[in-house]
């Protein structure tokens, strides 16, 4: 599991408007409407989380803690000390399967790495869940819609986070990917 999180004085997440039979704009398209916003934060991250193929329910708790534990923000004496909790922060998290492309061959990326939406959408749920469990505000984007992120970098600050990619299996100690859309074993 890959979250690219970004320390952000606003964020905003937009999900583009649908033609005039009901139809929604795809990412190549022009839509008739204006973006339609569903969620805004303030001073926090901006998290674009991508889910592995052999991600579990433990790679997504493990990453939230760590990102609610990630210490990026200032404290009284100007060092990087201080986490999102203890600043009271927000987290408008993003789906993005694109942080799994292939690019080594070709010119068109490859994403044979990124976990299907059956098995990438409960994960990026619990991620959001746990964050929010850990007492982090979180602001979920829409999974499988094409949206406008509108990201106020403050720093900049980015930081790459990973889990490890181990396939499931006993050699592992890893339990296998989830089974079905939702979530249960």
Do not use: K, W
Not at 38 to 59: K, M, N, P, Q, Y
Not at 97 to 112: Q, V
């Amino acid at each position: 599991m890959r979250a690219l999180v970004q320390r952000v004085r606003r964020a905003a997440v937009y999900i583009l408007g649908e033609d005039a039979s009901g139809r929604v704009a795809g990412p190549a398209e022009p839509c008739a409407e204006a973006p339609q916003p569903i969620g805004r934060i303030d001073t926090g991250f901006a998290v674009l989380l991508g889910v592995h193929v052999h991600d579990t329910r433990e790679d997504a708790d493990h990453l939230a803690g760590r990102v609610a534990g990630l210490r990026v923000f200032s404290d009284e004496a100007g060092r990087l000390n201080r986490s999102i909790r203890d600043i009271g922060g927000q987290v408008l998290s993003i789906p993005q399967f694109t942080l799994y492309a292939d690019t080594r061959r070709g010119r068109r990326p490859s994403f044979i790495d990124a976990a299907p939406p059956e098995v990438a959408e409960p994960l990026y749920r619990r991620f959001n869940e746990r964050l929010a469990a850990a007492g982090v505000r979180v602001v979920p984007g829409r999974f499988r819609a094409h949206m406008v992120v509108e990201i106020h970098n403050d720093g900049p600050v980015t930081i790459l986070l990973e889990t490890p990619v181990r396939p499931p299996g006993p050699a592992s100690g890893r339990e296998a990917p989830l089974p079905g859309a939702d979530g249960t074993a």
